[in-house]
């Protein structure tokens, strides 16, 4: 068969689009092949209900590297993000509520409302992260060495990365290891008194994550939430024009001016490789596809444990993969609405809180027990909710009048005890209305669809490996250079030729494009 590909993709998540059009810009013949009907991955806005253009899975931007916006030209294409503002909005039982605001000064009146100290303290505590998250973030963009150090090359590139920490103060270097090891609750215990502010930012420090506030590590993910931002203003997250699939759309556009073809409904089956090397693909049809290069966007337990063979890799290996925690505790509900939520810590429609992240959570005590469920294999029974209303920000994404609303929860676990997610979405999903409900009563009245999407449904959807909304944990032990596994962090893998360009490599998931982009830059460099 006639072969007219250097490199294929698998999967047009976001990163696999980025890593094909980055190939194809430098002069590759690049294909992707994508198993659903849509390019984007978890980065999708999908007509769920006739007029109603939902971002299925992801529903927020700030992450997206601007290296790649500039490189690829994403606003050319469509790639345009508004800044939420407020950006946070929590109610508490007892009938307060905070904002968090742009404005500075809007946000330290607010936190002023539970404590002057806290105020006082929380202009330090952003100047803090902002240092910290301003080093993190030069290791996104960064292909990590091989750990431990196969030769000089590598303890060069040890030398250089500590190199990026010149310019901190020995107490920062001392706070960058501290929060990559802290809990999020001892963190921010740290720096703050108010239940009200801590809870409001502990949040961050528990999206994706299979543990609670109070486990180690979980601090780290608070500062991966503040790596990024919205139009170079460090911190913000915003929602995207068209919705999260218009981020995807873009790459994919950028992509194909530069000749990539992308296929979708087109699912891989295995990955061919003859002596130790990769030289195609095998589609579920049957159909062989050969090129010298692919390139997996799938998470790693699917790239290694489904699609290759397990003789075509080291026994080792093998084991390290399989031993890589994919199991998620993330579920995602849409809602389409007829109005919108009345909160009774907030009334008036439409107000300020309806364009923040909404939260439903009144203590960082709350998180943790909302976790001891999950770690039981429960749902939380009080579990924490985001929500957000897109449609806020960009009404076309809805009928005239209408809204959707996006809810993200924390705990879900993919794994349940005694039973299955297939009998219990319907009952957890009232579960979760009930719990709106103390907080905004008119919150059934309104909605006119549902779309619940547990960690089950999540893996079966987009393809998550238990249903891990980052292709795997982020967690210390599966990070940086240990991402999937030790010795293999620089996106190849032990087949030559085959590459990981997903979450599932450095630097982790989200909607950043970083492991797209790194992994092209390895590819060009082989
Ligand atoms: C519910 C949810 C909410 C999230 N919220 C946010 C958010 O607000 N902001 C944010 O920054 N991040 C968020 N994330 C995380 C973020 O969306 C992901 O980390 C990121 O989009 C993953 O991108 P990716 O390109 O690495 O992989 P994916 O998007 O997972 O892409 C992999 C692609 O491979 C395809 N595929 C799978 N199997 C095959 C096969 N056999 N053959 C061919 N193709 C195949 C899949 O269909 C998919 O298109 C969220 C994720 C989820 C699930």
């Known amino acids: 068969m006639l072969d007219p590909f250097d490199v294929i993709i698998i999967g047009a998540g976001h990163n696999g689009l980025v890593t094909a059009a980055y190939l194809a810009k430098a002069g590759r013949r690049v294909l992707v092949l994508e198993s659903r009907e849509l390019v984007g991955g978890c980065a999708v806005t999908e007509e769920i209900w006739p007029g109603y253009r939902v971002s299925t899975a992801s529903y927020l931007s700030s992450l997206m590297q601007e290296k790649v916006v500039r490189e690829l030209q994403l606003e050319k294409f469509g790639y345009q993000v508004d800044a939420k503002d407020p950006a946070f909005f929590s109610p508490f039982p007892d009938g307060r509520h905070l904002f968090m605001w742009q404005d500075r000064a809007k946000t330290l009146a607010e936190i002023a409302k539970f404590s002057q100290k806290d105020a006082e303290a929380y202009p330090k505590y952003e100047a803090y992260l902002e240092r910290l998250a301003i080093v993190a973030e030069s290791l996104l963009l960064t292909t990590p060495p091989d750990f431990p150090p196969r030769g000089p090359g590598d303890f060069i590139e040890f030398l250089k990365l500590a190199g990026k920490l010149r310019g901190l103060s020995r107490a920062e270097i001392v706070g960058l290891v501290k929060i990559f090891t802290q809990s999020a609750a001892d963190f921010l215990d740290q720096w ?44 913000l997250w915003g929602f995207v024009r068209g919705g999260m699939g218009a981020v995807s759309n873009a790459i994919a556009d950028s992509g194909r001016a530069k000749g990539v073809k992308i296929r979708t409904n087109a699912p891989v089956a295995r990955i061919l490789v003859k002596d130790g090397r990769a030289h195609g693909v095998v589609l579920q049809l049957g159909e062989e596809i050969e090129a010298k290069v692919v390139a997996s966007n799938l998470d790693p337990r699917r790239t290694f444990l489904k699609l290759t063979d397990s003789a075509d890799l080291p026994p080792d290996f093998v084991q390290s993969i399989k031993n890589f925690r994919s199991e998620g505790t993330s579920l995602k509900m849409n809602l389409a609405l007829s109005g919108l939520p009345e909160f009774t810590a907030y009334p008036g429609s439409p107000g300020p809180q309806h364009r923040a992240t909404m939260h439903i959570c009144p203590s960082v005590e709350y998180i943790e027990r909302a976790w001891d469920d999950a770690k039981y294999g429960k749902p939380s029974q009080n579990p924490l909710i985001e929500m957000t209303i897109p449609t806020m920000y960009d009404p076309s994404l809805a009928p005239p009048g209408r809204h959707i609303m996006g809810i993200f929860l924390q705990y879900a676990p993919y794994t349940l005890r ?109």
């Open 192 to 235: 703050f008194e108010s239940e009200q502010l801590k809870v409001t930012l502990a949040t961050d420090g528990v999206i994706g994550a299979n543990g609670g506030p109070r486990s180690p590590g979980t601090a780290y993910i608070l500062l991966h939430h503040c790596m990024g931002g919205v139009n170079g203003h460090r911190g």
């Open 418 to 526: 005694g039973t299955t997610w297939d009998e219990q979405r319907e009952p957890y999903a009232e579960r979760i209305l009930d719990v709106i409900e103390q907080y905004c009563p008119n919150i059934r009245s309104i909605t006119l669809e549902r779309q619940t999407l547990t960690p089950l449904d999540l893996e079966r959807r987009f393809g998550l490996t238990g249903g891990n909304i980052f292709h795997g944990e982020m967690s210390l032990d599966q990070m940086f250079v240990l991402r999937p596994v030790a010795g293999w962090a620089k996106y190849r893998t032990p087949v030559k030729g085959l590459y990981l360009c997903g979450s599932g490599a450095h630097p982790g998931g989200g909607v950043m494009g970083a492991p797209g982009h790194n992994a092209a830059q390895a590819i060009l460099k082989d």
